[in-house]
């Protein structure tokens, strides 16, 4: 019985490999994100991240904060909110950009998307000081169109857009970034707007060194989210095909050799 060679098995699927990368909608997406608030005012966690086909809802207003949010929403590191992505969606990319964001700092991060397959944006990140404050979008926004376009290059939020996860009570004692946020106390409410109590917080010293001061105000954008997107470079179909023929003729070469060898 013939016997197809390894090295040829090898030369398909290298082929196939490079046609398959060649054909994927690849971008590369790079996120700034930028603290807009006042001198002295909140400050964000790290801002937790997903490109997805659009099956993931982390929250929704009006009802119970889940897990996934809730680790977004008290203490800020989001783990259980990226371990849900990944259930959900598995071929989605995600990450967590910058550290602790204070009053006028920013930060950025570049990712590769498949935006074939993840056209969608999910984001979420605490709010400090608070208990249980964060921002995030309550339904997935559609990032690429079919072409992979990039169709939303901004994402401003304002205050009015701060949400309360109903999961701990108002407490600065317990509160995160000006208290032990081990003291929580459970709210059993549920998801809504809120950046009002924010001024309870005001003339506490934060983790950060200075002395907390809201001055926010209705409708106020404190935070910004801008997106640039360029194409991943991926090897040119005559690329390809050269390669294949390269390899094709190693193949041979190998063939040969061994013919000579039996001889």
């Not at 640039?228 to 179909?237: G, L, Q, R």
């Amino acid at each position: 019985m013939f016997a197809f060679p390894r090295i040829f098995t090898a030369i398909a699927g290298a082929t196939v490999l490079l046609a398959s990368t060649a054909g994927a909608q690849q971008r590369r997406v790079t996120a700034t994100v930028t603290n807009l608030a006042p001198t002295n005012s909140i400050s964000f966690a790290p801002l937790h991240v997903g490109f997805h086909n659009g099956t993931f809802d982390s929250f929704n207003i009006g009802q119970t904060a889940g897990a996934g949010i809730i680790s977004v929403a008290e203490g800020g590191s989001g783990t259980q909110w990226l371990a849900d992505l990944a259930a959900i969606d598995p071929t989605a990319t995600r990450g967590t950009i910058g550290g602790l964001l204070q009053p006028g700092q920013s930060a950025s991060m570049s990712f590769n998307v498949d935006v074939g397959l993840n056209r969608y944006f999910s984001f979420a990140n605490m709010v400090v000081p608070s208990n249980d404050f964060f921002l995030g979008n309550d339904k997935p926004l559609l990032l690429f169109n079919s072409a992979g376009d990039l169709m939303i290059n901004s994402i401003l939020q304002s205050t009015n857009q701060i949400w309360d996860a109903g999961s701990e009570l108002f407490d600065p004692q317990a509160a995160g970034f000006v208290g032990n946020n081990d003291l929580r106390t459970a709210q059993n409410s549920v998801v809504a707007f809120n950046f009002a109590e924010l001024e309870g917080f005001n003339g506490l010293t934060t983790g950060a060194g200075y002395v907390f001061n809201s001055q926010l105000a209705g409708q106020q954008n404190v935070y910004r989210i801008d997106l640039t997107s360029s194409p991943v470079s991926v090897p040119e179909p005559n690329s390809v095909a050269l390669l294949t023929a390269g390899l094709a003729g190693l193949g041979w070469m190998a063939r040969r050799k061994r013919a000579s060898t039996a001889a």
